[in-house]
């Protein structure tokens, strides 16, 4: 490992700690947490296909660690699967001087997270994620939580984790599908907040997918850096950190409708993205040229599953269960050039239904 790695520090008001990037960083986890004197026993909570493929080392590595092993993907990701890990913790008598590990994908983070918040009001935690989707994004920021039926994310609580401790070498286990899901939520740093990113993607597309640590680590690296500042200056949500859901109303409302099984959550973020483009465009508010970049760059990445048959007026009904609608009135953010975007709350079904058409969606 690079001797310290890179640091990214984060300050809300409920809690300020690091975000450590470094390849090779998991070897050192143990004496990582015990330098920031986190509670000593340490819960592992972990998926079936994560254990298998990483658990030897970190058994290695953690010899006395206690891992707990759920189901992930995004139909796990409800109530009932978190409370498997409430129902572990009580079974082996943990108690407040205990740490709980998330060592997984952004599904195990989010709700190992939550049985973190809410186990005896709340233990220790520390995220190391292990997909390219947690590693720039929800490991980053105190969102946890679980869906329910009928909407994405609708239970959960902000519980900002003690330290997020990222590995980019985990990545090299990590199939080219869920590589490219994460790298959409890349793209939308950039859309939102940094014309560089976006460049940055487009030109070291290759080195990146071959997940070169020059090329990678930067990518991750800055992308901490935009969540990390979005979230220090806003850690509820109620302004800039906004513009993050950028794709989101569209994208959650996707795997709604399709009730999470048929997209990953970034690849309806990239619906999502193109579909508040093509709303933008509409508007006038965003230019043909930009948001022809952002079609090229996602369709640069490899192909996304079809939505020829996913009807549009279902998307529409979906996002009437949106968390961002705020007294009947939907929260959408629109790009207005690369690297910028806008808040408004006024755009009508028929606009979204005509975007979700002209992107492909069924009409
Ligand atoms: N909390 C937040 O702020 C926030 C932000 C963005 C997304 N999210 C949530 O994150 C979730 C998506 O996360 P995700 O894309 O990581 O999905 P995921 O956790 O389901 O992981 C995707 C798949 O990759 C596998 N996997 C994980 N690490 C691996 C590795 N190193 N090698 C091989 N396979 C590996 C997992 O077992 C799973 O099958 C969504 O539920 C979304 O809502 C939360
Ligand atoms: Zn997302």
């Not at 498997?84 to 983070?109: P, Y």
Request: net charge positive; proline share 6%; glycine share 10%.
């Amino acid at each position: 490992m690079q001797p310290d790695g890179i640091r990214i520090d984060i300050t809300t008001p409920s809690r300020a700690y690091a975000v450590t990037i470094a390849h090779g960083l998991l070897e050192t986890l143990p004496k990582q947490l015990d330098d920031l004197q986190l509670p000593a026993r340490r819960f592992i909570v972990t998926s079936p296909l994560v254990w298998r493929l990483h658990g030897t080392r970190v058994a290695r590595i953690f010899p006395g660690a206690e891992p707990i092993v759920i189901p992930d993907g995004e139909r796990f990701k409800n109530m009932q699967t978190m409370s498997r890990v409430h129902d572990a913790l009580v079974r082996m008598n943990a108690d407040r001087a205990s740490t709980v590990v998330t060592l997984g994908g952004g599904v195990i983070g989010d709700m190992a997270g939550f049985a973190a918040a809410t186990y005896l009001r709340g233990v220790a935690l520390v995220h190391a994620p292990t997909t390219l989707l947690a590693q720039v994004d929800s490991a980053i920021g105190g969102k946890v939580g679980v869906n329910h039926a009928l909407g994405k994310n609708l239970i959960g609580a902000f519980y900002q984790p003690h330290a997020v401790m990222i590995d980019p070498s985990v990545l090299a286990t990590l199939p080219r599908r869920e590589f490219r899901a994460g790298l959409y939520e890349v793209i939308k740093y950039g859309m939102t907040s940094s014309a560089s990113l976006f460049d940055r993607i487009a030109r070291e597309r290759t080195a990146i997918f071959a997940k070169e640590p020059p090329a990678l680590i930067p990518v991750i690296a800055e992308s901490c850096r935009i969540k990390a500042a979005i979230v220090s200056s806003d850690e509820q949500e109620s302004g800039p950190r906004r513009i993050l859901n950028f794709g989101h109303t569209a994208g959650h409302a996707l795997e709604a409708v399709t009730k999470y099984r048929r997209y990953r959550h970034g690849e309806a973020v990239a619906y999502g993205m193109l579909v508040a483009a093509e709303v933008a465009r509409g508007r006038g508010a965003l230019g043909e040229t930009d948001r022809k970049a952002l079609g090229d760059l996602i369709s640069s990445l490899g192909p996304l599953p079809p939505v020829a048959d996913v009807p549009s007026t279902a998307v529409v009904d979906a996002t009437k269960h949106d968390k961002k609608m705020v007294d009947g009135r939907l929260h959408f953010v629109l790009p207005t050039a690369i690297g910028a975007t806008a808040i408004v709350d006024d755009v009508t079904g028929k606009e979204l239904k005509d975007a979700l058409g002209r992107v492909g969606f069924q009409k």
